[in-house]
């Protein structure tokens, strides 16, 4: 039987990938069940289940923590995935990997063109290092591996270990506060996890796409002020928001000003308009 793995089912995207995938032979591992940090016991699980492909969204995602926290960011972000990757290679299983833009250093703000799989990552900060580092440990180590970099999700679940996300804190704070800052120099594309995880099972069902790195996003760009200013509107919540610069919020963390993404390889999603009013909707 052509087994799937999940990890990380109880995460933001690994909900939607668990609720889409019901009626294939998909196995969901939630954290605690499954700790890719505990090398022999993932392995045992893996061997368990006899999977032909693992989905890997396991992570340490908040940039915060990383930063205070290097050691375990590269013991998930990276020596977690090299487990799961040995176990791959020994089985000759296919690896779809979830990676991130914050691969990116942002410099291509200059030019204002989003990032394509041709630009060559430079990350600058602990969340975006630990996580390329997974990435060339994939690269490095397997043939049969896809690895998906998307960006700034949001999806029903919210973000595990973040306690939401960017969404659900703009509907909670419009209500209560009536009157927002939010960031108008950053720029990103946000990408809705229903849609990700859409793409993600028709690639795995029709198996049309070569192996390799690829870019999966909602399409557009915007600043977190373009997409504030979104979601009250479609929300019909009466909030005035101010546009202001992330100087306003200073912070210890190197993040990248300009991280959109597109493909040049046939995975773009949807406009992020589109996928958005959808999500607004879907929430009642």
Known sequence: MNNIILIGANGQLGTDLALTGERKPLFPLNYPEIDITKKEKTLRKLKELNPATIINTAAVTDTGYCEDNPALAFQVNASGVKTIVEFCRENNCTLIHISTDYVFDGEKIKIKEPYTEEDLPNPINLYGISKYAGEFIVKNYLEKYYIFRVASLYGKAGAYGKGGNFV?????????????????????????????ANKLWEIIEKEKLPYGVYHMTNQGIATWYDFAKAIINYAGIDCEIEPVSHKEFPSKINRPLWSPLTSKKGTNLRPWEQALYDFIKSLG
């Open 168 to 196: 659900y804190s703009i509907l909670d704070r419009a209500k209560k506060e009536g009157k927002l800052k939010v960031v108008n120099d950053v720029y990103m594309s946000p990408t809705y996890t229903m849609d990700v």
